[in-house]
């Protein structure tokens, strides 16, 4: 991984080249003020100061040099408007006109990240450093960081590469970081205890068989939350098959677990004053002859009985015994990422979470994190007429609704049926992946809704405050 700690420090004085940040509305004013020679440079780089736009403005010297940058608000600056900068510029020490970067600090820093697990990086260049005087905040945004490559890393990567074990072998490196408890079940006690997530992944060979990784932190007397993230970390669709456009991104399912793993460790290197639970039921779908059928009946952690309408539905009944699990030490916060339904992308597209909760406080706390953090989500409903559409004639619930209708809305009910009813829920629908670059964003596996959910955390566990 990126040594993002590299990327950013304090501004002691050290030589580097000026970035000189400026918005359309500006530009003429700070022109006034330049030399001959800076005003014909911006003219030759036909620069108007918007956003993206970069220019090299010539020095005294021959190799004096510095840049110049469009952004939409010089005086407020987004996560991602020093992005392009950090991917553009040659390796080297720079600092900004004011010296402090606040939010796009971030962006500078996950410009950085590739994967090159299974080639040489092509045309790399040495690290962009940008010196900062909010000394204070370095930490926080390196941290950020280094969970969002995580995310990306483990979504980037093929699945018989990121299969059960390794999901285990990813918490396993966190608990032995952080000084965390690490449990997992599976084989007989898997089986019996979560006979869902038994159900799903058996048919996959062994080392890839199911299994529920649980890694517990902190002090027993702090605030108990539970994060929970599905891993299936290829899903065929099981007997009823994916046709191979719609299997060519499956090693991407497991993007719930990343996030959640990516969560924890925030959780865990900040230091947050909570009691962590995290859980990972992690499974292939895979086809077999001991395959789960459309029609089976699984039993559940809870004790429903669960109609299996579609073997393609798999991620709810993993999460379905997680929750169950989750709820059994009663948190005061359950929160579970998952990519769980075409039917999200389909309403929000790419770059938006589907948020479901029934708690209006925690919903009312989700869209201020989204929005300080500048990682949107989008609220759907937990439509209760729409539970009609999961009845089974012969079991408490079907796992896939009848229709077609309202698909991820369907899912989340599914879930709310495994979900404590006492304790704040938050389900996210996330999509785990980016389809197109930006910069900053690599095209691949992407972290989307980790930064808001984090954000929420800091606010509501700041002065060790629950509920």
């Given at each position: 991984?990126?040594d993002y700690?590299?990327l950013?420090k304090?501004?002691?004085s050290?030589?580097?080249?000026s970035?000189?940040?400026?918005?359309?509305?500006?530009?003429?004013?700070?022109?006034?003020?330049?030399?001959?020679?800076?005003r014909?440079?911006v003219a030759?780089?036909?620069?108007?100061?918007?956003?993206?736009e970069?220019?090299?403005?010539?020095?005294?010297?021959?190799?004096?040099?510095s840049?110049?940058?469009g952004?939409?608000?010089?005086?407020?600056l987004?996560?991602?408007?020093?992005?392009k900068?950090?991917?553009t510029?040659p390796?080297?020490?720079?600092?900004?006109?004011n010296?402090?970067?606040?939010?796009a600090?971030?962006?500078?820093l996950?410009?950085h990240y590739?994967f090159?697990?299974?080639?040489k990086?092509?045309?790399?260049?040495?690290?962009r450093?940008l010196?900062t005087?909010?000394?204070a905040?370095i930490?926080g945004?390196?941290?950020?960081?280094q969970?969002?490559a995580?995310v990306r890393?483990?979504?980037?990567?093929?699945?018989?590469?990121?299969?059960?074990?390794?999901?285990?072998r990813a918490?396993?490196?966190?608990?032995t970081?952080?000084?965390?408890?690490l449990?997992?079940?599976?084989?007989d006690?898997?089986?019996?205890?979560?006979?869902m997530?038994?159900?799903v992944?058996?048919?996959?060979?062994?080392?890839f068989?199911p299994?529920?990784i649980?890694?517990?932190?902190?002090?027993?007397?702090?605030?108990?939350?539970?994060?929970?993230?599905?891993?299936?970390?290829?899903?065929s669709g099981?007997?009823d098959?994916?046709?191979?456009?719609?299997?060519r991104?499956?090693?991407?399912?497991?993007?719930?677990?990343?996030?959640?793993l990516?969560?924890?460790?925030?959780?865990?290197d900040?230091?947050?004053?909570?009691?962590?639970?995290?859980?990972?039921?992690a499974?292939?779908?895979?086809?077999?002859?001991n395959?789960?059928?459309?029609?089976d009946?699984?039993?559940?952690?809870?004790?429903?009985t669960?109609?299996?309408?579609n073997?393609?539905?798999?991620?709810?009944?993993?999460?379905?015994?997680?929750l169950?699990?989750?709820?059994?030490?009663t948190?005061?916060?359950?929160?579970?990422?998952?990519?769980?339904?075409?039917?999200?992308?389909v309403a929000?597209?790419?770059?938006?979470?589907a948020?479901?909760?029934?708690d209006?406080?925690?919903?009312?706390?989700?869209?201020?994190a989204?929005?300080?953090?500048?990682?949107p989500?989008?609220?759907l409903?937990?439509?209760?007429p729409y539970?009609?559409?999961?009845?089974?004639?012969?079991?408490?619930?079907?796992?896939?609704?009848?229709?077609?209708f309202?698909?991820?809305?369907?899912a989340?009910l599914f879930l709310?049926?495994?979900?404590?009813e006492?304790?704040p829920?938050?389900?996210?629908d996330t999509?785990?992946?980016?389809?197109?670059?930006?910069?900053?964003?690599?095209?691949?596996g992407?972290?989307?809704?980790?930064?808001a959910?984090?954000s929420?955390?800091?606010?509501?566990?700041?002065r060790g405050?629950?509920?």
């Amino acid at each position: 991984m990126t040594d993002y700690s590299n990327l950013l420090k304090a501004d002691q004085s050290q030589s580097a080249r000026s970035i000189h940040l400026i918005d359309a509305d500006s530009l003429d004013t700070w022109l006034g003020g330049q030399p001959n020679h800076v005003r014909g440079a911006v003219a030759a780089h036909r620069f108007n100061g918007k956003p993206g736009e970069i220019a090299i403005l010539p020095g005294e010297a021959g190799d004096d040099w510095s840049a110049i940058a469009g952004v939409k608000d010089a005086t407020k600056l987004g996560n991602w408007c020093l992005a392009k900068l950090a991917e553009t510029l040659p390796e080297g020490a720079y600092r900004l006109n004011n010296g402090k970067a606040g939010a796009a600090a971030l962006g500078w820093l996950t410009a950085h990240y590739s994967f090159n697990r299974y080639r040489k990086a092509e045309g790399a260049t040495g690290p962009r450093v940008l010196l900062t005087k909010e000394v204070a905040q370095i930490e926080g945004h390196v941290r950020m960081a280094q969970a969002i490559a995580l995310v990306r890393d483990l979504v980037n990567t093929p699945a018989a590469d990121m299969g059960p074990p390794d999901l285990e072998r990813a918490a396993s490196e966190l608990a032995t970081s952080f000084g965390a408890r690490l449990t997992v079940t599976r084989g007989d006690a898997l089986e019996t205890g979560f006979p869902m997530i038994h159900g799903v992944g058996k048919a996959a060979e062994k080392p890839f068989s199911p299994r529920l990784i649980e890694l517990h932190w902190g002090d027993e007397t702090a605030p108990r939350v539970a994060i929970i993230g599905k891993g299936i970390c290829f899903d065929s669709g099981g007997l009823d098959i994916k046709p191979s456009a719609g299997m060519r991104l499956m090693k991407k399912d497991m993007g719930g677990a990343a996030h959640a793993l990516a969560l924890a460790r925030l959780v865990m290197d900040s230091r947050m004053p909570v009691r962590l639970h995290l859980l990972i039921p992690a499974a292939e779908n895979a086809i077999s002859g001991n395959a789960f059928r459309p029609g089976d009946i699984l039993a559940s952690r809870k004790g429903l009985t669960v109609e299996i309408g579609n073997t393609d539905a798999e991620g709810r009944l993993v999460l379905g015994d997680a929750l169950t699990k989750a709820g059994e030490d009663t948190p005061e916060l359950i929160i579970d990422f998952a990519t769980l339904t075409g039917a999200a992308r389909v309403a929000l597209g790419p770059d938006l979470p589907a948020l479901f909760t029934d708690d209006e406080a925690l919903a009312t706390d989700m869209a201020a994190a989204s929005r300080d953090a500048d990682d949107p989500t989008w609220r759907l409903p937990l439509w209760d007429p729409y539970a009609d559409m999961l009845k089974s004639d012969i079991a408490d619930i079907n796992n896939a609704g009848e229709g077609g209708f309202a698909g991820a809305i369907t899912a989340a009910l599914f879930l709310r049926r495994f979900a404590p009813e006492d304790i704040p829920w938050v389900h996210l629908d996330t999509f785990a992946w980016r389809p197109a670059a930006k910069p900053g964003r690599a095209k691949g596996g992407e972290a989307l809704g980790l930064r808001a959910v984090f954000s929420m955390l800091q606010k509501r566990y700041a002065r060790g405050r629950g509920k």
